[in-house]
Every structure is written in structure tokens, then in C-alpha cells.
């Protein structure tokens, strides 16, 4: 039985069968009513059937929303544990600020990329190109690690500092490529 694609409770699909009143409040599951036009359906209990298992959940270390940050901000976001989160530049000082050449910039308005600690401790690696420069939160030192054509260099950052990380005097930079809070 198709109505129109909407899903409903089993037991009201089932109403030509059964008398409406015995079936109240006892619909537990729902039936996808798309399922037989050749479509794929859902995957749904029938009433009264012990629940199907449960899934598992698979934790990939991918930042959230990594697509459209990369889009957006023309950096790569590739793995983390979830307390170093891409965060709009807001001016809390509990901010890590990583700035960068990359992008639209006018020279006014130097592009920053900011990142919010959602806990004492994080890491991110990511690939934020031309960077120059980098500020730890207000509370907690920072280390980056950072990438150029030869050699791969790690940074500590003093809790609310600004560290100059690009060695280069073209407008190159260098690649961050991980920030770790300990």
C-alpha cells in the first residue's frame, strides 16, 4: 500500500484488517509505505517483533563539517579527537588562532582561522597552507607542528601568545599541519 511516501505507524496501515479501535496506542513501529513501488524502503519492525539490532557507532576522528570548512576556508581538516574545534573568529581570548595568506585578503584584514578547546587537553591534524602565524588560547600553551618544502618543524606556544612560524620572507608560509593542547 503506497500513500503518498509519508511514513505511518503499522497498525493504521493495517486498518482494512483490523477493527481501529483494538489498535490504539499498541503501533510500535513504522512501515515505509514507498516500499511497493520497487524502491528501496526503510527498514522497519513489525509490530509485536523483538527490536532489530542495534548498530554500532565507529568513531572515524573526522571533524565535523570538514567539507564545507575546506570549501569555505580553503584548509584541510583530517583527523582529532574532538576537543579542537573549527569555530568562527569571535575575539574569545579561549581561542586558538592560526593566521594564513590563503584565501581573499586585502591586507587590512589578515585571514584568520580560529579553533575552539572544548576541553583541557586536544589535537587536530589538519593542513592549513601559507601560514605565518599562530596564537594559543588564553589558558593553555600550545604545540604546532608545521610542514615547508624541506622539513617538518615543531613549536611550542606559550598560553596567550602570538608565535611568528614562518621562517620564509615571501608570502609562502608554511603548511600547520597539527596543533596539539596538552
Keep these: 500500500m503506497s500513500i503518498g511516501g509519508v511514513l505511518m505507524p503499522l497498525a493504521i ?9 483494538s489498535r490504539i496506542g499498541s503501533a510500535s513501529a513504522f512501515v515505509d509505505t514507498t516500499a511497493t513501488d520497487g524502491e528501496a524502503g526503510y527498514t522497519v519492525e513489525p509490530a509485536g517483533a523483538p527490536p532489530l539490532e542495534a548498530g554500532y557507532t565507529v568513531e572515524t576522528f573526522q571533524h565535523p563539517g570538514a567539507g564545507r570548512i575546506a570549501m569555505e576556508y580553503n584548509i584541510l581538516l583530517t583527523e582529532g579527537d574532538g576537543n579542537i574545534i573549527q569555530d568562527s573568529c569571535n575575539g574569545v581570548k579561549e581561542q586558538i588562532i592560526v593566521e594564513s595568506y590563503t584565501g581573499d585578503w586585502d591586507r587590512t584584514s589578515w585571514p584568520k582561522i580560529c579553533f575552539t578547546l572544548t576541553g583541557d587537553t586536544g589535537w587536530l591534524r589538519l593542513e592549513i597552507p601559507s601560514s605565518y602565524a599562530v596564537r594559543a588560547s588564553k589558558n593553555h600553551a600550545l604545540t604546532v607542528t608545521t610542514r615547508d618544502d624541506i622539513k617538518t618543524d615543531t613549536v611550542t606556544v606559550s598560553a596567550d601568545k602570538y608565535k611568528n612560524i614562518n621562517t620564509s620572507i615571501d608570502e609562502t608560509g608554511v603548511a600547520v599541519i597539527e596543533l596539539r593542547v596538552k
Aim: hydrophobic share 20%; aromatic share 0%.
Design 13 to 21: 496501515a493495517q486498518a482494512d484488517e483490523e477493527d481501529s479501535s
